[in-house]
């Protein structure tokens, strides 16, 4: 329990601001769960019910002191399009598929962290993230459009919806459209007087209260409607075992998804305050957290970018932030979940909206193209993907092609030929002109580990280039970038290499990794004594050794200097 060393060594003079920021994280995070029920398609105390259990694990087990778990509008995202198709309408199925996937979510997470998976923070690159939460957030604001505007989707997908707006078009219901009006209206004019308060709390506040006051439910618009006060009672999930089976890969892309938006809120609000974040521990507590919500018959979370902002502006310390505002929450479900029935949905779909809004940055995804078109490429594939298939074959889609732009890195990588500068130091030759070829010796750098899958391609490669020059009677191979891990395929590629360059009459050097080299070559049977490969230490020695051979030939000594010595040093001197 990272979190429980700094609860313990609390100080005091923190507790005025840690108060200050635990009602401010309860001001957003009260609405933005009510809201995110409403999309995962759960009663709105769920929304609740998510956020104490998980924000008193997270500040135990998480290694962040400024992080706020919660619900989070992909996650919500990712949750719903999985399980309503599944549910078939069941208010109950629905509600416990929600809480299997979650409680998958958790087991998946738990998996990651116990075989040290921290390093997947990475895995999900920042292009992939940014084309997923554009591809979210302008669902959710299509898929809000039916409450704002007072009408029902008949079809689940994006595309459809947008193709069937016309006829949805006569459906609107104006007293619902006028609610909706009111409520942005509201949020905007908070935020232009009164930025310091919470506008989404407001616009609830101020909806509810009209709905009440002026009877509007008469007008048929729809409200959150009533909400049992109180803890959640455990229940056991009961369906079709063949169901579950069918959140078992969502659930890990959910896992994955969640884990990296957590993973850059926390790095980012860490580096700012100046410690560190453990990966792994993140992953246990990202798994526990999801792990209490299902317990507590709520949904998946994860890190909350806007709420951790909130406790970071207010000056919040420790995790006593997470645990005061669970203890808010929970007297707000056990005492005043009345007022919250005349909360209209058409100003939860307002907040959604807004908040989607926040996701949304269309103009960084453009400026990929100019800084790194591949970047790109994977952004708005990712974006298209999320658009036109639905989210979770985006997300696999966004990983497959991550995955495979990684392959092709490593399977096509770049290359060099090294040559001298004017100070004989070793660079690259390049269009600067600033290093010249060493002749009669060729030295390649391959800038990519060695594989199996990459073994060949690097031996044509190099072939092909030998091909192009003249006169080359030494091959030497920087190993140091390549020749990272035994791999027996390689060895046997380099096996080859060495006898085509024999006929050649080239002699092959390999430079660096001298130890383990030897040791792999002895391992896989290639020959490194006489007329075998050669291993030098490194680059300059293998010039060296080879400026001393061609001098022993000249002089009729190049047996003396073909052997391969344990210390190289005592064959320079013997010759010197």
């Known amino acids: ?31 933005v769960a009510i809201a995110y029920a409403q999309l995962t398609g759960v009663n709105a105390v769920v929304g609740l019910y998510s956020c104490i259990l998980p924000m008193l694990v997270y500040a135990l087990f998480g290694t962040s002191r400024q992080l706020i778990v919660g619900p989070d509008a992909a996650t919500c995202a990712v949750i719903a399009a999985v399980v309503t198709p599944l549910a078939a309408g069941d208010p109950v199925k629905h509600w416990q598929l929600v809480m299997t996937m979650t409680g998958m979510t958790g087991i998946w997470c738990l998996l990651a962290s116990r075989f040290k998976l921290g390093v997947l923070a990475d895995f999900l690159s920042k292009p992939i993230l940014m084309g997923l939460l554009n591809g979210v957030a302008i669902t959710i604001i299509v898929g809000q459009f039916s409450k704002v505007f007072g009408f029902k989707f008949e079809h689940p997908y994006l595309i459809e919806r947008l193709a069937d707006l016309p006829r949805y078009i006569t459906q609107f219901h104006r007293p619902t459209i006028l609610i909706s009006l009111v409520a942005l209206f ?26 009440w006051f002026f009877n509007l439910g008469t007008f048929e618009i729809k409200t959150v409607g009533a909400i049992q006060s109180g803890l959640p009672i455990f229940q056991t999930p009961a369906f079709d075992l063949g169901i579950a089976r069918e959140l078992v890969m969502p659930a890990l892309n959910l896992a994955m998804v969640s884990f990296v938006s957590m993973m850059l809120t926390a790095r980012s609000f860490a580096a700012k305050n100046g410690y560190d974040i453990d990966a792994d521990k993140e992953f246990m507590a990202l798994g526990l957290a999801n792990i209490a919500s299902a317990f507590s018959q709520g949904f998946a979370v994860s890190g909350a970018d806007s709420r951790t902002a909130v406790n970071d502006a207010n000056g919040g310390k420790t995790q006593w932030v997470s645990i005061i505002a669970a203890l808010l929450i929970t007297l707000i479900a056990l005492f005043l979940t009345a007022p919250l029935q005349y909360i ?26 100019k800084r790194d078109n591949s970047a790109f490429f994977l952004a708005f594939t990712t974006l298209l993907a999320v658009l036109f298939i639905g989210v979770i074959p985006g997300i696999t889609l966004a990983v497959l092609l991550g995955l495979f732009q990684f392959l092709r890195v490593v399977m096509r990588p770049t290359e060099q030929v090294l040559g001298l500068d004017h100070k004989g130091v070793i660079r690259s030759i390049d269009s600067a002109k600033k290093a010249i070829p060493i002749h009669g010796v060729f030295i390649y750098r391959f800038n990519s580990p060695l594989t199996y899958f990459n073994a060949l391609y690097f031996k044509r490669q190099l072939l092909r280039k030998i091909a192009a020059e003249e006169g080359v009677e030494c091959l030497i191979i920087d190993a140091v970038p390549c020749f990272t891990h035994l791999d027996l395929s390689v060895m046997a590629m380099l096996a080859d290499l060495h006898i085509i360059l024999k006929k050649l009459g080239i002699r092959l050097v390999v430079a660096g990794r001298k130890r383990q080299m030897l040791k792999w070559c002895e391992l896989a049977s290639v020959s490194t004594t006489d007329g075998g490969v050669l291993i030098r230490s490194d680059l300059y020695l293998a010039l060296k050794m080879n400026q001393i051979y061609k001098q022993a030939l000249a002089e009729g000594l190049a047996p003396l200097v073909h052997k391969q010595p344990n210390n190289e040093d005592v064959l320079i001197h013997s010759h010197l």
């Open 1 to 31: 329990m990272p979190g429980l060393e700094g609860l313990l060594n609390y100080q005091r003079q923190w507790f005025r601001d840690d108060i200050r920021a635990a009602l401010s994280v309860v001001a957003v995070a009260l609405p």
């Open 344 to 369: 209209p949905s058409a100003a939860l779909g307002i907040v959604l909206v807004i908040a989607s809004l926040s996701l949304i940055d269309l103009k960084a995804l453009w400026q990929l193209r």
């Open 186 to 211: 509201v949020f905007l004019l908070i935020k232009r007087f009164r930025p310091q308060w919470p506008a989404a709390l407001a616009v609830m506040i101020i909806s509810a209260f009209a709905v």
